[in-house]
């Protein structure tokens, strides 16, 4: 929640609304042997009425990793 807003009549980014963002996260990961192992990471940005309606569409982050160990 952001305490106080920057927004106004003139402003450009954000409304007069106070809910930021929500942001959700999961991680899986898996050892697949001693040496190597890895990880499915997965974000949603999902932004509130802070921001301007044309500003207002999710985000989505994947990364996958996998790492071999010597």
Known sequence: MANENTGGV???????????????????????????????????FIPGDYYLPTNQDNATFVRCEIQWKI
Do not use: M, P
């Open 10 to 44: 003139a402003s450009i980014l954000s409304t007069d609304g106070k809910k930021r963002s929500d942001l959700i996260q999961a991680k899986l990961s898996h050892n697949f042997s001693k040496s190597v192992s890895g990880y499915l990471l997965i974000e949603d």
